[in-house]
């Protein structure tokens, strides 16, 4: 595959944009592979990525239902960071993260990360004395954050009202190095590279079995036809549940819709992420002006892909206070993905039952962060059998109660 670079956009540029490749192959399945990921999202990506360039494995086989980069991947609001409570997370996010600096250069594909600085502000003295403590974990973890002051907070954004009636910002766990990027270029940069070692991405290839023998896997069956596999990993987010059924084991996790909103495009108004937990609402400004800003979970189990019209006045009318400015822009659209949400809040990075069949998924709220780490750690995980990344994140640790609790963390969407 030809290099991106500034001497190639000038080369095409002078020959009418002529001799640019495919930035990934159009695959049919074989007949068998090494490995066998289900969904193109940016976990089953980056394992795939990582599968082959830590591993040497690439005959490998990604499976999407639909179009890569359509699932959560293409939907959320894009915040990175890795200031988590425990230590098991604040590793695979902080590894995530790091990925994340370099990412652009390792792909040779510009997925616009912006470290532009998130603050989870701290609006009861609930939340000042939790955030508090998420700072001091972090400081012996060796994560970068701090607990800043509101003045801190405004000189930060000024556009925000520090001294709401109802909850005023009393401080914030300010992490300067997360940030955003560009959501489909994150899937669109693994799946050019995983082509580029002869991966085949198979999109409009749904998965709707899984074979098995003598308690082992041995393939799948597709829209597409059966293809045969060593081993099977499943990345599939808010349908995790419907797959392990299909290999006959279960899931302790829910489905649930989580929903996001842009607002028309504005003159820049704020350079970094805030995320308002008491209240539940977050947001940024994307490169093309829009307020980008999420809420909450709907509080029932569904598989709608799909904003409805109550979430966008909650979530607005939760930020006004804090943002008046909101008051007076108008929404532009909004949509919905379906996220996979553990007990503890926590990702579920796995053997399953099944011999030779993985599970990788409870990414909930906030996966996007986690896509090189999680890739990196379920590579590992698949061809090795073991990784320190993903050691404490088993499906055992429900059975043993040993939980990795994120809920003050990750309680909120994000
Ligand atoms: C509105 C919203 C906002 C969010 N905001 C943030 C945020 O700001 N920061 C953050 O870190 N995270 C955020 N998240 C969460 C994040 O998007 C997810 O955790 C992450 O994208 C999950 O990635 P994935 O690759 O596991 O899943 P997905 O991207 O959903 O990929 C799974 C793929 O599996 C495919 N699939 C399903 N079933 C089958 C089958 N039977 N056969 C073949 N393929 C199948 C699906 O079509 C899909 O493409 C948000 C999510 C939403 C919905």
């Not at 990525?49 to 980069?69: R, S």
């Not at 499943?234 to 989580?258: I, K, Q, Y």
């Not at 307020?291 to 979530?315: C, K, L, P, W």
Request: charged residues 20%; contains cysteine.
């Amino acid at each position: 595959m030809k290099r991106y670079s500034a001497f190639a956009i000038a080369r095409e540029a002078l020959r009418d944009h002529t001799g640019w490749d495919r930035a990934w192959r159009k695959a049919q399945p074989k007949k068998r592979y090494d490995v066998i990921i289900v969904g193109a999202g940016g976990h089953g990506l980056a394992t795939a990525y990582y599968l082959g360039k830590n591993f040497g494995i690439t005959n490998v086989a990604i499976l999407e239902k639909g179009w890569l980069g359509g699932g959560n991947t293409g939907r959320n609001t894009t915040i990175i960071r890795s200031n988590y409570l425990q230590d098991p997370s604040a590793a695979i996010y902080e590894k995530a993260r790091s990925l994340y600096e370099t990412m652009s250069q390792d792909l040779n594909y510009n997925v616009m990360f912006s470290p532009r600085g998130v603050m989870m502000l701290a609006q009861t003295e609930h939340e000042v004395r939790g955030y508090q403590r998420t700072a001091h974990a972090n400081a012996l973890q060796g994560v970068s954050t701090e607990f800043i002051s509101p003045a801190r907070v405004k000189e930060l954004c000024p556009i925000m009202n520090i001294n709401g009636p109802r909850y005023p910002v009393l401080g914030a766990l300010w992490q300067a190095r997360g940030g955003t990027a560009r959501h489909d270029a994150v899937a669109w940069g693994y799946a050019r590279a995983c082509s580029d070692m002869g991966m085949d991405i198979i999109q409009q290839c749904a998965v709707t079995g899984v074979s098995q023998e003598g308690g082992k896997v041995t393939g799948v069956s597709t829209t597409k036809g059966d293809i045969a596999c060593e081993k099977l990993g499943m990345v599939v987010a808010g349908h995790s549940g419907a797959l392990a059924d299909m290999g006959g084991f279960r899931l302790p996790l829910e489905s649930v819709a989580l929903q996001a909103l842009v607002s028309e495009p504005i003159k820049p108004a704020m350079d970094c992420v805030v995320m308002a937990n008491t209240v539940h609402g977050y947001m940024s400004q994307s490169d093309k002006g829009e307020m980008v800003i999420g809420g909450g979970t709907d509080a029932f189990n569904n598989y709608t892909q799909r904003g409805s019209f109550h979430h966008a006045e909650e979530t607005v009318r939760a930020l006004i206070e804090t943002f008046p400015m909101l008051s007076r822009l108008k929404m532009l659209r909004q949509w919905g993905g379906i996220v996979d949400v553990t007990g503890d809040r926590s990702p579920i990075l796995s053997k399953t039952p099944l011999e030779g069949c993985f599970i990788n998924c409870g990414w909930g709220t906030g996966g996007f962060k986690a896509i090189p780490g999680s890739g990196w750690g379920f590579a590992e995980l698949m061809a090795r059998g073991q990784s320190p990344l993903t050691d404490q994140f088993g499906l055992n640790r429900f059975s043993e109660g040993r939980f990795i609790d994120e809920s003050v963390a990750a309680g909120v969407a994000h």
